[in-house]
């Protein structure tokens, strides 16, 4: 999945593939294959590019499979009660409603189907 987000931001602040493959440590040409989906973006990486291309890991992040995942192992924010981290945030719900709405729709699809058949 092209991680067309990214590539936006990217060109935005006038950066190169080569520009942020350096701040990743890696070639240009391994950085071209994240871009392009064809290799996976750690989180790691994702935290390193929002900080280089100086935006909010929401700006640019993209799920490999249209999934997103909240992971907060470098947290940063609001602690609650007990030292735990509210990772949840509007951007995480509203995604996660979206998510369920299109299983909701394949699982549709798929009763239809077997309907058909039956």
Same mark, same amino acid.
């Given at each position: 999945?092209?991680?067309? !987000?990214?590539?936006?931001?990217?060109? #935005?602040?006038?950066?190169?593939?080569? =520009?942020?493959?350096?701040a990743? @440590?890696? +070639?240009?040409?391994?950085?071209s294959?994240?871009?392009?989906?064809?290799?996976?973006?750690?989180?790691?990486?994702?935290?390193?590019?929002? !900080?280089?291309?100086?935006?909010?890991l #929401?700006?640019?992040y993209?799920?490999? =499979?249209?999934?997103?995942?909240? @992971?907060? +192992?470098?947290?940063?924010?609001?602690?609650?009660?007990?030292?735990?981290?509210?990772?949840?945030?509007?951007?995480?719900?509203?995604?996660?409603?979206?998510?369920i709405q299109?299983? #909701?729709?394949?699982?549709?699809?798929?009763?239809?189907?077997?309907?058909?058949?039956?």
């Amino acid at each position: 999945m092209i991680k067309q !987000k990214l590539i936006n931001r990217r060109k #935005e602040v006038d950066k190169s593939q080569a =520009d942020v493959a350096f701040a990743l @440590n890696i +070639e240009q040409s391994q950085y071209s294959k994240r871009e392009s989906g064809l290799i996976k973006i750690s989180k790691k990486e994702w935290d390193l590019m929002a !900080k280089f291309l100086s935006c909010k890991l #929401e700006d640019i992040y993209e799920p490999e =499979d249209g999934v997103y995942i909240i @992971n907060n +192992e470098n947290a940063n924010g609001n602690f609650g009660n007990n030292n735990t981290y509210n990772a949840f945030n509007e951007f995480a719900f509203e995604t996660m409603r979206k998510y369920i709405q299109k299983l #909701e729709e394949e699982i549709a699809t798929l009763k239809e189907k077997l309907h058909q058949k039956g």
